[in-house]
């Protein structure tokens, strides 16, 4: 079993900052995909940024330039780096994760419960 823990959001003024943290723990063998989605009240769940195979990164064109992915493959935690917030980048922001285990060669795809960040305006 595969566990994402999100932490970091909140209350913040437009203009501002926030940094989320994802720490993935469990029968973790191989990481795949490492990514951020949110979900705005009334809207469907939508890429923010992904980490994919090669080292590469993807961003929603809403956030480039603002937001920055990161990794550290030490401890399997994924940050979300978020600037010049803006009052519709509120949301739940949830962590993804594409991985194996070490009973199953099948790509597992993980889900954290969601943190609310919320940007007033």
């Known amino acids: 079993q595969v566990q994402l823990v999100e932490s970091g959001g909140g209350l913040v003024q437009a203009g501002g900052s926030l940094r989320l943290s994802c720490v993935a723990s469990?029968?973790?063998?191989?990481?795949?995909?490492m990514g951020w989605y949110r979900q705005a009240p009334g809207k469907q769940r939508e890429l923010v940024a992904k980490?994919?195979?090669?080292?590469?990164?993807n961003y929603a064109d809403s956030v480039k330039g603002r937001f920055t992915i990161s990794r550290v493959n030490a401890n399997n935690t994924l940050y979300l780096q978020m600037t010049s917030l803006k009052p519709e980048d509120t949301a739940v922001y949830y962590c993804?994760?594409?991985?194996?285990?070490?009973?199953?060669?099948?790509?597992?795809?993980?889900w954290g419960q969601g943190t609310l960040v919320t940007v007033s305006s």
């Open positions: 993804n994760l594409g991985t194996t285990t070490t009973t199953n060669s099948r790509l597992l795809d993980v």
């Open positions: 469990g029968d973790i063998f191989s990481i795949k995909t």
């Open positions: 980490l994919v195979p090669g080292g590469r990164t």
